[in-house]
Structure formats: C-alpha cells, structure tokens
C-alpha cells in the first residue's frame, strides 16, 4: 500500500512548534558536528615503560591529572623491556619511550630515533646489597641484578666493578627488565644485590637489605625524557607538540605542588609520607630548568659507550635532539 502523508487537518502543528523543531535539529546537528570535530582531533599515544619507576612521576601525573587531556591527547601506558623500546617506536608499535641514554645508544645503532624532552641529566641509582656484604669484593662469586644490557643501572655498575678493580666474569648478573623487577629479584633473595631508585632503595632497607653505596657519580649517562621516531615527527608533527607541551606542564605542576605531588609518590609506589617526601626532594634535585639535553653530559655518555663498541666517526648528537618543540622554543 502506497505510503500517504498525513494530512494536517488530522495533526495540526502550531508555528510555534515548527519553530521550536527546527531549532532542537539546528543544536543537535551542531553538538553533533562539534563531538566530532572534538573526536578527529583527539590523538592517541603510547608511551613504553620498563617498569614503574620514581623518574616517570611527571608521565603518572600528566595522565591522573588531566595534562594529556588539556591538549586533546590519549595516553597509553605500554610496559616492556627496555631493550626493545627503540625498535618498537621505530616500527611504530609504540609513539615514545622514555630513557635518554636508551635514545642515544639506539641512535648510535643508526635507528632514527629524536630527543624531544631530556628533564633529567643525573642518575640517583643505588647499589643495594644483602645485609651480610660489606664491601665490593664480597660480591665476587654472586649474582647482581640489573635492568638489561645497556640500560643506565648496567653502565653504573660497570663502572662501579672499574672502580673497585672487579672483572665482570667475576660477578654474574641478571637482566630483569626493570627497576621494580630488579627490586623483586632482590627482596625474594634470588640475587645478593641490585641498582635501584628511590623509593626502591628505602623500601629495601626497611625490609633488611642495605645501602652499599651510591653510583651515580660514577658515570655522567642522560636519564629520563621523551623520545620518538623521525617518522612520527615527520607524520604527526602537532600531536608531537601537543605531548610535550603536556609533559612539560605536569613537570611545572610537579615543581608546584610539593604535598600533593608526595601524596601520590606515596600511593603509587605504597611508601610511608616521610619516604614519600624524601623521593620527592630527590626527583626535585634531578630535574633540569628547561628539558633540554645536556650535550656535555651526552658526549660524556658517548664516550662510555665507545669504550664496549665503534660510535660512527660521522655521528652528530645534535641530529639526534629536536628541542623545537618545549615551551621555550616556541
């Protein structure tokens, strides 16, 4: 049967409501069309991370407090190993990592990776032990264990064993992936001492383990930042902006809000207040003024790194950095 309209006899509509109709369409069209703009410029990032770490508190706060949101970004956090970070940014599985050195060591490798924020320039990293050694020597004959190879904590401590005249076939060593894996490996005896960051390094000792002594004026390697991929600044060149422009707030909020900033230190890493705040004056102490790398304290790094391997005589750290994008550049 042929579909007659209604004839408006049988359903009288007022002007009035006419006009009230087209205008109820008009906003929900508009709504509509401003959710989906809101929608199409929303980008989607992922940031790899080895493990949890004190060092990442300024990427733990951009995400609960909103810094990504500001900029139209979505953030995902993605764990993995610290020795697949830079081949995974590079084919594209993630769109950052954070170790600095990691960046260099890859870019030294010929992977394209860039530097867009280094906001650390120093290591706090501890060499803790088992409470019954007392000296380096009584590490001879044990195990140790580390992130991985080529991470900050396993050129600390080779330097450490440099130091003390300790030939690495004397000391055995694991790879744990991260400092909170390296913690566990300790804390469940499976090693007799490992480098970790605060809070590791207070938790350990409250359970019994110790101090032996600090390692990071033993080596001048680049810590926490943001790295990426030539490509991803190639192809998304604003999202990259908008990242580091995030980043960079939720390090000014972190400067700015001491008793909060201790609080969620606190939570996270499950510590006492006092703990809390001794991790945060550490980290407070780390941060450099403008997240641009320190080239000294890079080139220093370089040279570490062509003591175990060939760095290409043509190899420009500055092509590896790209601080165009942080506040000051802009």
Known sequence: MPFVPADETQFPITRSKRIKAAIAIFLCTLFCSVQ??????????????????????????????????????????????????????????????????????????????????SFSDTSPWVLVTQKDVHKPQDLIGKTVAISGVRTAPYYF?????????????????????????SFRALTSDRVAATVLTPPFDDKAVSLGYKKLMPLGDLADIPYV???????????????????VSAVMDSIAWLRANRDESAKMIASK???????????YATLIGLLNKD???????????LDLLRQER?????FDLTKVVDSSFLPANR
């Not at 610290?82 to 030294?108: D, E, K, L, R, W």
């Not at 890493?269 to 991790?279: D, G, L, R, V």
Request: hydrophobic content about 35%.
């Open 157 to 181: 401590f080779n330097a450490f064993l440099k130091k003390y005249e300790i030939t690495a076939k004397d000391v055995s060593t694991i790879h744990t992936g991260g400092t909170a894996d």
């Open 225 to 243: 930042g943001l790295v990426t991929s030539q490509n991803e600044i190639k192809n998304n060149r604003e999202s990259v902006r908008r990242t």
């Open 36 to 117: 989906a703009q809101g929608a199409e410029s929303t980008d989607k990032i992922r940031i790899g991370f080895p493990s949890l770490a004190f060092g990442y508190m300024p990427y733990y706060i951009a995400q609960e407090k909103g810094f990504y949101n500001n900029y139209g970004i979505e953030s995902e956090y993605i764990q993995m190993r610290t020795s697949i970070h830079a081949q995974a940014v590079v084919n594209g599985n993630i769109n950052y990592f954070t170790s600095v050195s990691t960046g260099i060591s890859a870019a030294v490798a010929r992977l394209p990776v860039v530097i867009v924020i």
């Open 291 to 301: 997240g641009r790398l320190n080239l000294k304290v890079a080139r220093n790094y």
């Open 269 to 279: 890493f499950k510590i006492n207040q006092q703990e809390a705040e001794n991790t």
């Open 310 to 314: 060939p760095v290409p005589a043509d």
